[in-house]
């Protein structure tokens, strides 16, 4: 009898997890065809653990991007920056926190469904931001991530005085994170070291969005590359130019989701699982390269024509998710 009733249960149970992940799920999506992050790991920890969150966990933080949000606050201190584009062609950062946590971040805003696949490739990241679209959740609540907005840990919140909502909601990682868990916990990839043999020497590079652009200009006298967002320079809210020592243009398939913002516009869903082209800029070069990432779990590998791994530069990365051509 006990074993005939702990199948029915189980039965019943599987039947209801499949009914609930139905409905967080909208209709019309394209299906995806690898690992797209919504499978969570054996033992995922719960939600919100805050400062309880293992030491190897990094950092990602969901920036708003929008000009009536910048200067933003704690992005020069990210040992990696992801842009991306969404809703009417504008962008959005992801700024991951490996070696430094600063004092605070932001302005913090709402997460997108590809930012689970791009963030598979650490071990049990903890994600902070302000919410997603109501279907969205179930799915970040199924990833092998702590998920960690206002709600669920108010305390490492607040909002600024200096600017209107929804553009003023800060973090402050140390409620998250006790430390900075180390640059191993970078599972990106990356190499760094010396600089490829060859590439182009140049003064500046543009990536163009549907609606939003950057821009990187070498400077010789600082070995970075100085960041300027829609035509004007990019700098901290403490008037720090935001200067990543290499930059990654990643030309990706960007398609559409099954998920709308609250105007109708559709969420687009960016790729990072596969292989491409992409230009690594560093040293006042840009270098023709190619990328490959297996399977959600990788990171990324750049390599020459060759076959060669490229070296970047030491210092903040950024990576410019961008259309394939």
Same mark, same amino acid.
């Given at each position: 009898?006990?074993?005939?009733?702990?199948?029915?249960?189980?039965?019943?149970?599987?039947?209801?997890?499949?009914?609930?992940?139905?409905?967080?799920?909208?209709? /019309?999506?394209?299906?995806?065809?690898?690992?797209?992050?919504?499978? $969570?790991?054996?033992?995922?920890?719960?939600?919100?653990?805050?400062?309880?969150?293992?030491?190897?966990?990094? +950092?990602?933080?969901?920036?708003?991007?929008?000009?009536?949000?910048?200067?933003?606050?704690?992005?020069?201190?990210?040992?990696? &920056?992801?842009?991306? %584009?969404?809703?009417?062609?504008?962008?959005?950062?992801?700024? &991951?926190? $490996?070696?430094? +946590?600063?004092?605070?971040?932001? #302005?913090?805003?709402?997460?997108?469904?590809?930012?689970?696949?791009?963030?598979? %490739?650490?071990?049990?990241?903890?994600?902070?931001?302000?919410?997603?679209?109501?279907?969205?959740?179930?799915?970040?609540?199924?990833? #092998?991530?702590?998920?960690?907005?206002?709600?669920?840990?108010?305390?490492?919140?607040?909002?600024?005085?200096?600017?209107?909502?929804?553009?003023?909601?800060?973090?402050?990682?140390?409620?998250?994170?006790?430390?900075?868990?180390?640059?191993?916990?970078? =599972?990106?990839?990356?190499?760094?070291?010396?600089?490829?043999?060859?590439?182009?020497?140049?003064?500046?590079?543009?990536?163009?969005?549907?609606?939003?652009?950057?821009?990187?200009?070498?400077? /010789?006298?600082?070995?970075?590359?100085? +960041?300027?967002?829609?035509?004007?320079?990019?700098?901290?809210?403490?008037? %720090?130019?935001?200067? #990543?020592?290499?930059? &990654?243009? %990643?030309?990706?398939?960007?398609?559409?989701?099954?998920?709308?913002?609250? +105007?109708?516009?559709?969420?687009?869903? =960016?790729?990072?699982?596969?292989?491409?082209?992409?230009?690594?800029?560093?040293?006042?070069?840009?270098?023709?390269?190619?990328?490959?990432?297996?399977?959600?779990?990788?990171?990324?590998?750049?390599?020459?024509?060759?076959?060669?791994? &490229? /070296?970047?530069?030491?210092?903040?990365?950024?990576?410019?998710?961008?259309?394939?051509?």
């Amino acid at each position: 009898m006990r074993t005939a009733h702990s199948a029915a249960t189980a039965a019943l149970l599987s039947a209801a997890l499949a009914v609930a992940l139905a409905a967080g799920c909208t209709s /019309g999506g394209e299906p995806s065809t690898h690992d797209d992050s919504r499978s $969570a790991s054996e033992h995922p920890r719960p939600s919100g653990t805050g400062p309880s969150a293992a030491v190897g966990s990094v +950092l990602a933080v969901k920036i708003d991007n929008a000009p009536d949000a910048r200067p933003q606050t704690g992005i020069d201190a990210a040992d990696v &920056v992801y842009a991306e %584009q969404v809703e009417g062609g504008l962008s959005r950062l992801m700024a &991951v926190y $490996a070696t430094s +946590l600063p004092k605070a971040v932001g #302005p913090v805003r709402s997460a997108r469904e590809s930012d689970l696949e791009l963030l598979r %490739q650490f071990e049990q990241p903890v994600l902070a931001f302000s919410g997603a679209q109501g279907k969205l959740l179930p799915l970040i609540d199924r990833a #092998p991530l702590d998920a960690v907005t206002p709600d669920k840990s108010s305390g490492a919140y607040f909002r600024g005085t200096d600017r209107a909502a929804p553009h003023n909601l800060y973090l402050r990682p140390n409620r998250l994170l006790p430390a900075a868990p180390g640059a191993a916990a970078l =599972t990106t990839g990356f190499r760094y070291g010396a600089a490829p043999a060859g590439g182009r020497a140049t003064a500046s590079y543009t990536v163009r969005y549907p609606a939003a652009r950057f821009t990187f200009a070498w400077s /010789g006298s600082r070995d970075r590359w100085l +960041l300027s967002t829609d035509g004007a320079p990019t700098v901290t809210a403490g008037g %720090q130019r935001v200067a #990543p020592a290499t930059v &990654v243009v %990643q030309y990706v398939k960007v398609r559409a989701s099954g998920f709308h913002d609250f +105007l109708g516009n559709n969420t687009p869903y =960016t790729e990072t699982v596969g292989s491409g082209k992409a230009k690594v800029l560093r040293d006042g070069r840009v270098f023709d390269v190619n990328w490959q990432r297996r399977t959600a779990t990788d990171g990324t590998d750049f390599t020459a024509a060759d076959g060669t791994p &490229v /070296g970047f530069a030491r210092g903040q990365v950024w990576v410019v998710l961008a259309t394939a051509p």
